[in-house]
């Protein structure tokens, strides 16, 4: 969040301040004032204050303005016009406890136009911000809203204002109420006003706000940690299958977050467990490409995995006519399934895709999201998009498919 500068309160505070300063000789003249003239004692002190304004000679004009405090019985309109002057002087020596005195003098006086009304309060509201007054600010924050100001840069500071005065349920309430409007209004939310949601959400144990909002973030924004914190949410969630560990690898392996070596060895073995071979070999490559694998004490060991592969894969070619027309004799599309993506995850795309289709069609499948998730994923891997994100749109299990299916249609949508 950006950090409220005085240097730019002073904009506003020298539009409304002093620049229709009464001159004292010609007070009655003046069409603002006319009906309420300063008491010359009063108007030579302030008028004195102002040109010590003007030749920047803050400490002076100050000394000019509390001489006036002393005296008695001030009117209204005398008492207006010293503070409107100390706010100038104010804003322009960086005085943010002078700022918030004079300011709230002015706004309860309510003599200026609806216009200046408006910046002033908006003026408060941020010196009370930057003091860590952070109720005052909330009151004022909102009070700019209900009385017309469009600032919206502000309501990240209602917020948090709301959230730093203890106030978090009220906070979360605003900030869920912008995600909505925005997306309502056919805007992206704020990367800030995600972010805040997601910690918000994350501190009051809401797993799903958290996990929601860092769906958002990752669809909008594509940072690598936001899909690292989401991938984490998915699988500490309690309805996740584990069945579905793998799936989630090739999740992280495409969005880059595989770096480890624990994560290629068990990536690779879970492959070979499930009898995709092929892809275990891929993955070991990889691993050996980023220097994960083939380093260190374990060298062996990971020469020994590749082996491994290399031989399932020679075994599975060999088996695999008769592992053909047993799947096409079953009564369940199941092992047609399971070959076709083994085919696929080894490069083999057209010729699993085709075998998937004709498995998912037989139906009785065990479990008919993860086919149509894998079948999805089959289509994004060989460049047929807009199959892949229709059928991944039928994917809505609890289990973690249907978190994996979103996820992989935004990673789509964001791969050239």
Request: aromatic share 6%; proline share 1%.
């Amino acid at each position: 969040m950006k950090h409220l500068r005085l240097s730019q309160l002073a904009i506003v505070i020298a539009a409304i301040g002093c620049a229709a300063l009464p001159e004292m000789t010609g007070v009655v003249g003046n069409t603002a004032y006319a009906q309420e003239a300063m008491r010359p004692e009063v108007g030579k002190l302030v008028q004195q204050a102002g040109d010590m304004f003007r030749a920047k000679k803050y400490r002076d004009a100050l000394g000019k303005l509390q001489e006036t405090d002393r005296i008695s019985n001030k009117t209204v309109n005398e008492s207006f016009t010293i503070e409107r002057m100390r706010l100038a002087v104010a804003s322009a020596s960086g005085d943010n406890d002078l700022i918030i005195r004079s300011g709230e003098v002015i706004v309860a006086a309510n003599k200026l136009g609806s216009k200046e009304q408006l910046q002033l309060i908006q003026v408060l509201a941020n010196a009370y911000y930057k003091a860590g007054n952070y109720a005052k600010a909330a009151k004022a924050y909102e009070r700019y809203f209900a009385e017309g100001g469009t600032d919206t840069s502000l309501r990240q500071y209602l917020t948090q204002a709301k959230a730093q005065s203890g106030d978090n349920a009220g906070a979360m309430k605003d900030v869920k109420a912008e995600i909505v409007a925005a997306e309502k209004a056919g805007r992206v939310p704020a990367q800030a006003t995600l972010e805040f949601y997601a910690s918000g959400a994350l501190r009051a144990g809401d797993k799903a706000g958290y996990q929601n909002a860092l769906e958002k973030l990752v669809a909008f924004y594509g940072k690598k940690e936001y899909w690292v914190n989401l991938i984490n949410a998915v699988e500490r969630n309690k309805e996740f299958n584990s069945r579905l560990s793998m799936d989630l690898y090739r999740l992280k392996l495409a969005v880059g977050s595989i770096k480890e070596t624990k994560d290629y060895m068990e990536m690779a073995q879970i492959a070979i467990q499930d009898g995709n071979n092929g892809e275990a070999l891929k993955i070991i490559e990889a691993g050996y490409k980023a220097g994960a694998l083939g380093q260190g004490n374990e060298a062996a060991r990971h020469g020994r995995l590749r082996d491994l592969a290399t031989k399932k894969q020679t075994e599975a070619k060999a088996a695999a006519a008769a592992n053909e027309a047993a799947a096409e004799a079953a009564a369940d599309g199941t092992a047609l399934v399971s070959i076709g993506f083994s085919y696929v995850t080894s490069g083999e795309l057209e010729k699993g895709i085709a075998m998937m289709e004709k498995g998912i069609k037989k139906d009785n499948l065990k479990y008919p999201d993860d086919a149509n998730l894998h079948l999805g994923m089959a289509y994004l891997m060989a460049g047929k998009k807009s199959n892949g994100l229709k059928v991944l749109k039928t994917v809505q299990g609890k289990d973690g498919s249907g978190d994996l299916a979103r996820y992989w249609t935004i990673y789509a949508n964001q791969s050239k």
